[in-house]
């Protein structure tokens, strides 16, 4: 049995975009792929994206954010890395070394979401959405590799 292939989602503060296609990956992509997130400026993850995640099935309830530094010390490898920050921010994403292909997804940031509860929460159903449709697409091209 190959390896599962390594793959990184990256955003400025691992609290939303990121953890969610970390999370899509994972339950999707099946042992053939290993999938991780981690932030420039790591912060807390969103409640609301924990709250959106879970009404799909996924439970963020427990996790934490990761810092891409640490990624960097710890020496740690992937195939893939792919930039889920808005366009104008990627220069906030730090480049990856031995990255076979680096990808950019821009998605609206979460935490930026204006609007009563009702309109967020809306905005970042279609995120999420749009997150988990990408993925799949991404696995539907990526599933012989």
Not at 5 to 33: D, K, T, Y
Not at 61 to 77: K, Y
Request: aromatic share 8%.
């Amino acid at each position: 049995m190959s390896q599962p292939r390594r793959v990184l989602f990256v955003c400025i503060h691992n609290s939303g975009r990121s953890q969610m296609a970390e999370a899509f990956l994972n339950g999707l992509g099946g042992p053939a792929f290993v999938a991780e997130s981690a932030g420039v400026i790591p912060r807390p993850i969103q409640p609301d994206v924990v709250r959106v995640m879970q009404e799909v099935g996924y439970d963020l309830s427990g996790v934490e954010s990761d810092n891409i530094v640490d990624f960097f010390r710890e020496g740690r490898l992937y195939e893939q890395v792919i930039y889920v920050c808005e366009r104008g921010t990627e220069k906030d994403c730090p480049l990856f070394p031995g990255v076979r292909q680096t990808l950019h997804w821009p998605y609206p940031d979460p935490a930026t979401l204006a609007g009563d509860e009702a309109k967020r929460l809306a905005a970042l159903r279609e995120i999420r959405d749009r997150i988990r449709e990408r993925v799949e697409d991404w696995l539907a091209a990526n599933a012989g590799d």
